[in-house]
Each structure stands twice: as C-alpha cells, then as structure tokens.
C-alpha cells in the first residue's frame, strides 16, 4: 500500500478531497482482490461508472461505489465467499485493510423490484483518520441480462503500486452495453434523478459509442427490468431537468477533474439529443431483432 503522503499529493494533483482519493485507491484494490483471489469471480462483470473509471478512462469522473451483474445464481453465503477470499488476498499483498470489520450483505428491492445484493467492505486505506471505518458498497444484481458478450480489461491505477495490479483480468460490460443500461436509466423513469447517469451518456457518446449501437440491446434491456419500451418519452426526462442539475451540484461536482471535467448543460443536451435518436431509432427497429446473449446467464448456471 501507498503511503498517505503519496495519496495526498495525488489529491492535490487531481483537486480533489484526499478521502475521494483514498476511496479511489482502495476501490481499484479490491476490484484487483475480488477477481485475483476467485477463479470464478470472473463471472461477475464489472460496470457502471466506477468500471468506466477504472478499467476504461483514467481522467473519468471518480465513483464511490462496486456494481456487478451476476451471470450465475449466487447465493448470499457464495459471495460473501468471495468477499472474504478477496480481504484476505489484499492483506497478503500488503494492500489496503479490508478486514476493519466483518463485511455485512443485504438482500434489497432495487427500484425495478429486483433482489440485489449489497455488501458493505469496510476498510482502511493509506489516508490515516480516525473513528469509524469507512465502507465500500457492491452491487451485485442477479436478474440482469448481458446483450453482449463481457470484455476482459486490465486495472486503471494511477499510484505507484499500479505495477502490482496490472496483471489481474476483469469481466467487464462494453461500453455499448453501459450506455444502453445508462439510457434505461434516465429513460425508464427512474425514480430519483441521478446525474451520475447524466455525465455517463455523455462520456460514452464522446468515446465513440453511438446509438445505432445500443438501440438493438433496448428492448431486453426495458423488458428485464419490467419496463415498456414504448413508454420511454423524451419530454417526461426533459421535465426533470431541474431535479438531475440539483443532484449533479450537490453530489458529482466535487467527482468531476482535469480533462474529464464537464458542465451540466453540455451532459444534459447530450442526453436529450441521444434520447431522441432513441426514440427515431426504436420506430425503425423491426420486432424481435436482437436475441441477447445468453452464455452463462444466471437463469441457466449455478454456482
């Protein structure tokens, strides 16, 4: 592990508070420990933002959180397995303290009435405080489906240890399948406006992706997710503006650096404009295009 002196001045560096920082740094660990102590872990894919961040797009925005789909039936007691082999593998090779306190799992609804489960890590990175440890949170939803094969990456880690986690291969989503999740997110009515899904279409349709790409995964996407594909509506999303700006002040604008810095009104008509295409898009589709990809999905493996 870094010493907190190094973490500080990359802090400095990034203009961020060092506890993002630290968090930054204790979640691309665990990601390394999670599939370096689990020959099955790879069965997890790794997305979202923090993937985007750390497997993906070194100047992204920083993230404070874990989200994976599960291509198998995991049970409760499986992944806190998993977990506890992953603390252990990160003190082995002098990493963060992951074993600051017992790792606890919950069974939740997600919005869409899905079980997921969370799992809280608590650790201690290089940043020396005082009190409580801190936590990070896994996502790991179970009734997901993959459009798209997952892609094997390697760990963005930007920290003088880097050398000793570059060997590790993660399941990772394509970055088409991120913004086809991110677009579900805002489309679909979520129920809280999170500008964190705001910055991603962005980023995503900067990087490349276009919406040609994602409009043959939508269907199972919504579907999945009990959701109507038919009641996405662009003008519903545009009513909401003022509640995903609010957001975006209040907790990503202290995520937002260097070249990865934008501003909401860029992020917000990107979306809006990538909605749109959507909505053409989807008129042109013929029914039942798309069949998604089914290799190791959870309704047909155990583990």
Not at 77 to 98: I, K, N
Not at 109 to 121: I, K, L, M
Not at 244 to 257: A, C, P, Q, T, Y
Request: charged content about 25%; glycine content about 8%.
């Amino acid at each position: 592990m870094i010493g907190e002196a190094e973490l500080r001045r990359c802090a400095a560096r990034w203009g961020v508070d060092p506890m993002v920082a630290d968090l930054d740094y204790s979640l691309g660990w665990f990601i390394v420990a999670l599939y370096s102590a689990n020959e099955v872990a790879g069965r997890l894919c790794f997305k979202g933002g923090t993937c985007l961040r750390k497997c993906y797009f070194a100047d992204y925005r920083f993230s404070e959180d874990l989200d994976f789909t599960a291509t198998v039936r995991l049970s409760p007691d499986r992944l806190l397995e998993w977990v506890e082999q992953a603390t252990r593998w990160a003190a082995e090779m002098d990493g963060p303290d992951y074993r600051a306190s017992p790792p606890r799992l919950e069974t939740v609804q997600d919005e869409y009435g899905s079980e997921t489960y969370q799992v809280r890590v608590y650790y201690r990175g290089p940043l020396r405080w005082g009190g409580n440890p801190r936590a990070i949170r896994l996502d790991v939803t179970r009734e997901e489906r993959l459009g798209l094969p997952p892609v094997t990456r390697r760990l963005i880690h930007p920290y003088s240890d880097g050398p000793v986690l570059a060997q590790a291969e993660i399941a990772c989503y394509t970055l088409i399948e991120v913004l086809a999740e991110k677009v579900r997110a805002v489309g679909g009515q979520r129920r809280f406006a999170i500008s964190r899904d705001i910055y991603d279409i962005h980023g995503l349709v900067q990087s490349g992706v276009t919406v040609a790409d994602i409009v043959p995964l939508l269907p199972a996407k919504f579907k999945v997710r009990g959701l109507d594909i038919e009641s996405l509506n662009v003008e519903h999303v545009i009513a909401r503006r003022a509640a995903f700006e609010d957001d975006w002040n209040r907790r990503l604008s202290h995520l937002i650096h260097g070249v990865g810095a934008v501003i909401f009104d860029v992020a917000w008509e990107t979306t809006v404009d990538v909605l749109r295409q959507v909505e053409e898009g989807l008129m042109k589709q013929p029914p039942a295009s798309h069949v998604p990809h089914t290799e190791g999905d959870a309704s047909n493996a155990r583990t």
